[in-house]
């Protein structure tokens, strides 16, 4: 139920979630997917899934800074969203081997031990197991392999927190009630981030995966966080 609701939430609002996304975050969301994929060293060789891929932003800055590797995986289970990604990859000069699937991130269509690295932004929020899903990552990177969480965040300073709580709870649901038309999904938005276990509890849920060497980092005054975790060799 939860799950259809989502599912419908972004295949409504497809058409203008980067819109959206560049105005409501003052572009930020670029340079804080630019950081995650910075973060990560890719094989050559190596074989990278996005999940909960939207459309298809951080596949295309993988591209942008030429760690695609052999193969670039996107996987999201809103066919609008990926109706975007595969017009938005299709548009650039040179993608090198991109697949876009459809699919719950929660069951993943491959085998255990296949990706290099795995990225998920603003993802995770919205999937309820979220140690289940931490886990299903987990056995499908390679030992060595890593995984890149990027989510937003509640900043923790008081002044900064009394001033997001107005914009995020008040004036974000306004402007993306008014430009998506689906105000639902924008109230939706500030109350997922609200409920999402801060940066050292999320920590603690990786290492209950079995991810290892977790570090993680604050972007642009605690507006979101950005954590990377090893899958270890034997
Ligand atoms: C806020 S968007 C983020 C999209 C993209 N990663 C980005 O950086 O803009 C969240 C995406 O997660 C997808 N999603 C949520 N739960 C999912 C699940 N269980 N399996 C696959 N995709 C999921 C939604 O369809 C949506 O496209």
């Not at 942008?64 to 052999?70: F, I, T």
């Amino acid at each position: 139920m939860e799950l259809e609701f989502i599912k419908d939430m972004f295949n409504s609002i497809a058409p203008r979630y980067d819109f959206l996304n560049r105005l409501l975050s003052l572009r930020r969301d670029i340079y804080w997917r630019r950081e995650m994929v910075k973060a990560l060293d890719i094989p050559k060789e190596g074989r990278i899934l996005d999940i909960a891929c939207g459309t298809g932003d951080v596949m295309v800055e993988f591209i942008r800074q030429k760690k695609s590797g052999r193969q670039l995986f996107g996987l999201d289970f809103a066919p609008e969203m990926l109706y975007v990604a595969r017009q938005k990859l299709e548009a650039l000069p040179e993608t090198g081997r991109t697949h876009l699937i459809a699919g719950n991130g929660l069951y993943l269509p491959f085998l255990p031990d296949f990706f290099d690295a795995m990225t998920i932004a603003f993802g995770i929020r919205n999937i309820i197991d979220r140690l289940g899903a931490l886990q299903t990552f987990y056995e499908h990177l390679t030992p060595g392999g890593s995984l890149a969480v990027l989510e937003l965040a509640t900043p923790n300073q008081r002044m900064l927190k009394f001033f997001y709580s107005a914009y995020f709870e008040r004036l974000l649901p306004t402007i993306g009630g008014f430009v998506s038309s689906n105000r639902m999904a924008y109230r939706y938005l500030p109350a997922s981030v609200l409920r999402f276990p801060d940066p050292v509890k999320f920590a603690d849920l990786m290492r209950s995966a079995g991810f290892k060497e977790i570090r993680w980092r604050r972007l642009t005054l605690g507006l979101a966080t950005l954590h990377v975790g090893i899958k270890p060799k034997p």
